[in-house]
């Protein structure tokens, strides 16, 4: 059975960095696409940014020079650094990975921002 574990949500100040990961484990899993989904309140779960086990990335516009998603294959474990945080980036963060038949979801980290 395959389980996606984040960590590393919390609070945060406009300009500051957070750093998330999501260790993904189950026997023999080997996930093709690794990457994080965001929800914010009230609106829709949107992409933030994927990677590939090759490590090819497809970012979201909103993040793009900002966020930095990293893997490590033999952990099956994937990385976001985010920086120069925005009131807009607060939202639950949702870890996916994907083998090319299923997709599986963590059940979320919170970043929370502060003035």
């Known amino acids: 059975q395959v389980q996606l574990v984040e960590s590393g949500g919390g609070l945060v100040q406009p300009g500051g960095s957070l750093r998330l990961s999501c260790a993904a484990s189950?026997?023999?899993?080997?996930?093709?696409?690794m990457g994080w989904y965001r929800q914010a309140p009230g609106k829709q779960r949107e992409l933030v940014v994927t990677?590939?086990?090759?490590?090819?990335?497809n970012y979201a516009d909103s993040v793009k020079g900002r966020f930095t998603i990293s893997r490590d294959n033999a952990k099956n474990t994937v990385y976001l650094q985010m920086n120069s945080l925005k009131p807009e980036d607060a939202a639950v963060y949702y870890c996916?990975?994907?083998?090319?038949?299923?997709?599986?979801w963590g059940r979320g980290a919170q970043v929370t921002g502060s003035s």
């Open positions: 189950g026997s023999s899993f080997r996930p093709n696409t």
């Open positions: 990677i590939s086990r090759g490590g090819s990335t």
């Open positions: 996916n990975a994907a083998t090319y038949y299923q997709g599986y």
